[in-house]
T-cell receptor, first 119, second 111 residues
Framework: GAVVSQHPSWVICKSGTSVKIECRSL??????MFWYRQFPKQSLMLMAT?????????EQGVEKDKFLINHASLTLSTLTVTSAHPEDSSFYIC???????????????FGSGTRLTVV | TQLLEQSPQFLSIQEGENLTVYCNSS?????LQWYRQEPGEGPVLLVT?????EVKKLKRLTFQFGDARKDSSLHITAAQPGDTGLYLC???????????FGTGTRLTIIP
């Protein structure tokens, strides 16, 4: 089945530094990638949608200058949290959408998430 | 803004019991997906339903999409400890690829 690799799985950084999270679709081409944020005991909240080679579309209330998204290829998207602060601590999850498998079914595959802790 | 409310928010039952989780909205969705998420992991797709009134079975799990495509339910028969997790419904949007996630149901099965 479709696999999405997300790295790192966890990261601790100092306040004011930047952190980059990578999301790779390993066996299919992702036409669209999504980035979500999840607070403890809560559901997923969509932050932004990105298509390869174009600027990401951010959801209302998400600072595009703080959460930089790059989708340079059909298999790789990155989320950079710039000048991170403790309130940015959260669980970040990517999702890749595309056609995969022998049956050629369109679907969504999620990465395993990145736990970011800003101290 | 599309909202998907799940109920109950928390559910703790004994092994062997049956349960139903509901996912309701005032909006119409192109499709409805159900995911299970373990702590520290990403959600894993259980099923996708696309037709109003559709019923899908996955072993002990039965999923139904409402006739009006605004709601869905997940029924688990003879729950097992391995069913423990956060269950999320997600609605597909017409015209784009965005998913709207439900508020989540945290299920605990007690051995």
């Amino acid at each position: 089945g479709a696999v999405v690799s997300q790295h790192p799985s966890w990261v601790i950084c100092k306040s004011g530094t930047s952190v980059k999270i990578e999301c790779r679709s390993l066996d299919f081409q992702a036409t669209t990638m999504f980035w979500y944020r999840q607070f403890p005991k809560q559901s997923l909240m969509l932050m932004a949608t990105s298509n390869e080679g174009s600027k990401a579309t951010y959801e209302q209330g998400v600072e595009k200058d703080k959460f930089l998204i790059n989708h340079a290829s059909l298999t790789l998207s990155t989320l950079t949290v710039t000048s991170a602060h403790p309130e940015d601590s959260s669980f970040y999850i990517c999702s890749a959408a595309g056609v995969s498998g022998q049956a050629g079914v369109y679907g969504y595959t999620f990465g395993s998430g990145t736990r970011l802790t800003v101290v | 803004t599309q909202l998907l409310e799940q109920s109950p928010q928390f559910l703790s039952i004994q092994e062997g019991e049956n349960l139903t989780v509901y996912c309701n909205s005032s909006s119409v969705f192109s499709s409805l997906q159900w995911y299970r998420q373990e702590p520290g992991e990403g959600p894993v797709l259980l099923v996708t339903v696309v037709t109003g009134g559709e019923v899908k079975k996955l072993k002990r799990l039965t999923f139904q999409f409402g006739d009006a495509r605004k709601d869905s339910s997940l029924h688990i028969t003879a729950a097992q400890p391995g069913d423990t997790g956060l269950y999320l419904c997600a609605g597909g949007d017409f015209g784009n690829e965005k998913l709207t996630f439900g508020t989540g149901t945290r299920l605990t099965i007690i051995p």
